[in-house]
């Protein structure tokens, strides 16, 4: 699978209380889609792919802010648009400093409104609506250190199917068995996400650590960790090694196989949502010319295994994955 991603984003500020950020997007994808699980050679896998894929997916979002004092209040909106799947969202978003601006609270709200489509199936047109609600810390701790903490709850209700993935499970007796994707029809998530800075003048670094928590009503628990350095080597060069090491849990109706017969009323065989693992080592370079103009590089591998999972006991069945990337920016201030 390959993809490619022009992003171009945007700031501007006018009179001094108004900001406005907006960003668009295409994403150009090829390749093959694993769409069915199979235990025909005795051991379930992923034996079937689609027909070589062209996708395309334009999206975009902008988001205004009026600043009053140590007062902020942005509203926000959003779209996105591929041939089987449209989504639209807004936000709100009220932000406050404190404490001589070492202490920073923030709270929001969004809401997106999704249509469900397919390829193989043109009449399917399925919604799918999420209602997200964020409250955050910023707190300054020292001249050279801040923590930053955040919870956000998700309740979502509508079509969750992937409805181009399959089940096709034989049996000792009687004839083989092929069951769609099939998954609630609701999904409430609570992710807290916390982040530490910290400034090493002498070493002229900074140490950046993330540590993320997710759950979900559907039985998934997942811890994200990462940790970076960034070094700044002379006036205009900086470099940021990072590491990031992702778990999780499987959703309770995950199953490479038809467990039973007639089959379960939800039933998923995407390995996505088993018990897994994965690393992701990354090394990004900035460079800042004189004239404010700011180019960044960052080339990063992921492979997502069943043995990376904590505790070793992950999904025997998941196929190891992998990947590279490379991400390009140029910032130019005017």
Do not use: C
């Not at 997007?25 to 992923?46: C, E, H, K, W, Y």
């Not at 997200?132 to 919870?151: D, R």
């Amino acid at each position: 699978m390959k993809v490619v991603e022009p992003v171009l984003w945007g700031r501007a500020e006018f009179a001094e209380v108004w900001e406005v950020r907006a960003s668009a997007l295409v994403d150009i994808i090829s390749g093959a889609s694993p769409q069915l699980v199979s235990n025909r050679t005795g051991t379930p896998m992923q034996t079937l792919t689609g027909a070589s894929i062209e996708e395309h997916r334009a999206a975009g979002d902008v988001k205004v802010t009026r600043r009053f004092g140590d007062f902020h209040i942005s509203a926000s909106g959003a779209f996105s648009d591929e041939h089987d799947y449209r989504s639209r969202a807004f936000g709100l978003e009220a932000r406050g400093d404190f404490n001589e601006r070492n202490t920073t609270l923030i709270a929001g709200y969004g809401r997106s409104d999704d249509r469900v489509g397919s390829h193989d199936n043109p009449a399917l047109d399925e919604p799918r609506k999420t209602d997200e609600y964020l409250a955050g810390l910023t707190q300054v701790i020292s001249p050279t250190a801040l923590v930053q903490t955040t919870l956000n709850f998700s309740r979502g209700r509508g079509y969750y199917n992937d409805p181009y993935k399959l089940t096709f499970t034989f049996f000792d007796t009687g004839p083989p068995i092929v069951v769609a994707d099939t998954r609630p029809d609701h999904r409430n998530s609570l992710a807290w996400l916390t982040r530490y800075r910290q400034h090493f003048p002498a070493a002229a670094g900074t140490l950046q650590v993330d540590y993320r928590f997710y759950r979900d009503d559907w039985g998934i628990r997942a811890h994200t960790l990462e940790a970076g350095w960034q070094q700044q080597l002379g006036e205009h060069w900086a470099l940021r090694p990072a590491l990031r090491y992702y778990t999780q849990s499987a959703a309770d109706f995950y199953s490479a196989v038809v467990p039973t017969r007639p089959p379960p009323e939800v039933l998923s065989s995407d390995q996505r949502l088993s018990a897994f693992g994965g690393l992701s080592p990354s090394l990004r370079a900035i460079y800042r010319f004189d004239n404010g103009v700011t180019t960044e590089g960052t080339v990063g591998y992921i492979r997502n295994a069943s043995s990376l999972r904590l505790g070793g006991s992950g999904n025997p069945y998941f196929e190891t994955l992998r990947a590279a990337y490379v991400i390009i920016g140029i910032t130019y201030p005017f």
